[in-house]
């Protein structure tokens, strides 16, 4: 089969690769689409270590079910399917509770810490447990399908988040996952929704999708404003989906006293935090990794048009092109989310 493989930092080839052998519970996927993340992106380069070449990258998929192992059960050869990105055991503690994204044997697709290699979905073929599959909705493309995982993040973010009708809420951070903790927080009955960024035309999309007003962190005091559109108290809650600390101080001093904060990026792996606003006014802090679960409400949400995917989609491109595409978007700029890798 052909593959994008890592070969060294910074440099991707489309190869000659051996098509995946499948164990007796997995199945063998044709793979339609594939998004390139922004943790692709940033393990290309070497500099979070957890895609080390030689390597496939890719999680972010949807294709159709091309062979069945002997023990898969409820899934035939032509299925349209989706997956999670994360490979859980299904058999430790974690599991056995349903919180699948803690999974003490958690493995990523498209990822090599040095523990473990899983290669992923940038090629033509790809296995993958049957407990991870999910079936697409007719109503859904397989480009649509490819950006469930985004998604399910937000939506993840959204339900740990203990939320009220008429809720006003920050999202700190309108890039992709951004975008769709809008969306979601729209349809979860939010009252006002601000967006934040550096990027303006960010902004003007998170308006587009449902949010009331966008600022611009490096040209307005975005607590005082947010302060003067809560008559004084501060938002209810926020989500923090960058990761580094300066969004992180903004997310907290948007605040009301005791309000919700909900930390889905972690582009850093340390912050400093302020401890002491933290305390004083009993604020609660939630985590938020990956997705438990939300699959198939995400490609309901997007099969109804109460999630919107399309205006994520930047370019759909042969996989041949993948290695442009990925400099590409590390330079950034040209107002770029996702692109779509198709085989």
């Known amino acids: 089969m052909k593959a994008l493989v890592l070969t060294q930092y910074n ?7 051996p098509k ?52 898969v059960q409820g899934w035939v050869v032509g299925d349209r399917v989706t997956f999670d990105s994360t490979v859980y055991c299904g058999e ?27 290669h992923g979905a940038f090629a033509e073929f790809v296995n993958v447990p049957q407990r991870i599959l999910v079936k697409l909705p007719e109503a859904v493309t397989f480009s649509q399908a490819a950006m469930v995982e985004p998604v399910s993040i937000a939506l993840h973010a959204v339900r740990r988040t203990p939320l009220e009708l008429n809720d006003t809420v920050v999202v700190v951070g309108a890039g992709m996952i951004g975008l769709f903790v809008i969306q979601a927080l729209r349809a979860a009955g939010c009252g006002k929704i601000f967006a934040v960024d550096l990027d303006q035309s960010r902004l003007d999309v998170a308006v587009k999708l449902g949010a009331d007003e966008g600022f611009l962190s490096n040209k307005v005091d975005v607590p005082a404003e947010i302060q003067r559109r809560t008559n004084g108290r ?23 006293k005791g309000g919700q904060l909900t930390l889905v990026g972690n582009l850093s792996p340390k912050t400093e935090l302020p401890l002491q606003l933290v305390v004083t006014r009993e604020l609660t802090l939630h ?35 993948g290695d442009a595409w990925f400099h590409r978007l590390k330079i950034g700029g040209d107002n770029l989310l996702k692109v779509l890798l198709k085989p």
Request: overall charge negative.
């Open 11 to 17: 440099h991707l080839e489309l190869q000659d690769w």
């Open 20 to 71: 995946p052998e499948i164990a007796a519970d997995e199945v063998l996927i044709r793979i339609a689409a594939c998004g390139i993340c922004g943790s692709d992106i940033h393990g290309m380069d070497g500099s979070t270590g957890r895609r080390q070449p030689p390597l496939i990258m890719g999680h972010e998929a949807a294709g159709t079910i091309s062979e069945v192992g002997a023990d």
């Open 92 to 118: 430790c503690w974690f599991c056995r509770r349903g919180d699948v994204n803690l999974c003490d044997k958690r493995r990523v697709l498209g990822v090599s810490t040095g523990e473990y290699r899983r």
């Open 234 to 256: 501060g938002a209810d809650a926020a989500f923090e989906v960058v990761g580094i600390t300066p969004t992180l101080q903004t997310a907290i001093a948007v605040l009301r």
């Open 287 to 321: 985590g938020s990794c990956a997705s438990n679960g939300e699959y198939p409400a995400c490609l309901d949400m997007i099969a109804r048009g109460v999630i919107k995917v399309e205006p994520m989609i930047t370019a759909e491109a042969p996989l041949s092109d």
